[in-house]
């Protein structure tokens, strides 16, 4: 195993089990490490203290490791593992032969990269299909190997394996594709509701399944309500009001393939229910159009604003804009739903900008909840950074 050194004291975040090596703190690096290689590192003296995946970038060391140890089949097979019992112990996984719950769920995040102290690697599964998605070259390279370790732990519960990070690993040649099994099956279940999921051409592995639970939360609140549903993607907002007994439903994407999408999973769940319509069109100017309905639920569900910190103060004005917009628009006495998938938007970050929002629409607004992502995408308490999604619950005076 290759190896990188550290410059004298910048050991310290690592023993604090952070697991980034950033570009500034190596010393040295041995020659002909390529980008993917599993590397050690050690301190300044030569003590090695981690093992990881080697990348070219400002993060130069995903670790996967702190025990100096081959990362081989019997690695990759026991993290996966861990990663079940921890969906076990969520009641997401169901021990194999178990009745079926009244609402059942087959769709959860089984890997959630740092949280799950697997780097760079997205596992998700919709019923009897795993969908990877690579976010490093190590991962990427080591693609197959935890493929069949994921079938072994799974026994029983997937059939296939579906590798999709065209999107993620733009400077490796595309292979989307199965690396193991194969379906035509790509319907899944959330607490007892439908939904197609587009692992070759939709957003992520296919469906956001870091809003299950505040879809459900958004359900308790629709009843006898005109809900909005803004950047609805596959419609699962709009699919849960409908079940909570909304008065009408309107979904609103700039994608024509998000709302085909939303139609169909509408119609898997609602066939011919004429509460629901979808519109192909930009945010900013449905929510502008005075001309549209009167809303009394909005739900604000935008795409990551700001990717990297340079783009912070652009991504706050715009959630400034769109929430003042919506605030603007909603109805007394009516219930927003706003969200922030960017990671480097904190929840301080956000609730300002809302906030900001509030007193530019001149209205009065009172949190009833503040949100954030489920237990399946879990945040290593070494890796603060792991938190992203954050969102607010708003009563509109």
């Known amino acids: 195993m290759k190896q990188v050194t550290l410059k004298r004291g910048k050991e310290e975040s690592l023993l604090r089990f952070h697991p980034w090596v950033f570009s500034g703190a190596i010393a040295h690096i041995d020659q002909g490490i390529a980008e993917g290689d599993v590397v050690r590192v050690l301190t300044a003296g030569g ?7 080697y990348q070219q970038g400002s993060i130069a060391v995903r670790v996967l490791t702190f025990d100096d140890v081959q990362i081989d089949d019997a690695f990759w097979h026991h993290r996966l593992q861990q990663a079940l019992q921890a969906r076990l112990a969520m009641g997401l996984a169901r021990p194999l032969g178990e009745a079926p719950l009244e ?10 990269g740092e949280g799950d102290l697997l780097p760079g690697l997205i596992i998700d599964i919709y019923g009897t ?15 197959h190997a935890i493929a069949e370790q994921l079938m ?16 993620t690993l733009s400077f490796v040649e595309p292979q989307n594709g199965f690396i193991i099994g194969g379906t035509d099956e790509n319907t899944a279940i959330e607490n007892g509701l439908k939904f197609y999921v587009d692992w070759l051409k939709g957003q992520k592995t296919g469906f956001f399944v870091d809003q299950r639970d505040n879809r459900l939360l958004l359900e308790h609140y629709a009843r006898g309500r005109r809900v909005l549903n803004m950047f609805c993607y596959t419609g699962g907002f709009s699919f849960y009001a409908m ?3 909304a008065q009408l439903v309107h979904s609103v994407d700039s994608s024509a393939q998000a709302i085909e999408l939303t139609r169909r999973n509408v119609e898997l ?23 549209q309905n009167a809303y009394d639920l909005i739900v604000l569900d935008p795409p990551a604003f700001a990717k990297h910190r340079a783009a912070l103060h652009n991504a706050l004005k715009g959630y400034t804009r769109l929430n003042a917009k919506a605030l603007q628009k909603i109805e007394p006495g009516g219930i927003l739903f706003t969200f922030s998938c960017s990671q480097v938007v904190s929840k301080d970050n956000f609730r300002n900008a809302v906030f900001t929002a509030a007193a ?11 949100l954030h992502q489920p237990a399946d995408h879990p945040v290593n308490i070494y ?12 009563y509109v005076e």
């Open 269 to 291: 769940n609602f066939p011919g229910d004429p509460r629901h319509q979808a519109f192909c069109e930009d945010a900013f100017k449905f929510l502008g159009d005075g001309e």
């Open 360 to 370: 530019q629409a001149r209205r009065q607004v009172r949190i009833l909840h503040q």
């Open 129 to 143: 299909t795993a969908v990877m998605q690579a976010h490093s070259v190590g991962m990427h390279l080591a693609r």
């Open 243 to 245: 079940r909570g007994g």
């Open 152 to 167: 072994k732990v799974m026994e029983g519960r997937i059939e296939s394996v579906y590798y999709k990070s065209e999107s």
């Open 383 to 394: 890796h603060p950074e792991g938190e992203y999604l954050k969102g607010l619950v708003l």
């Open 47 to 53: 003590q090695s203290i981690a093992v990881g995946h």
């Open 103 to 112: 609402r059942p769920t087959n769709a959860y995040r089984l890997v959630h």
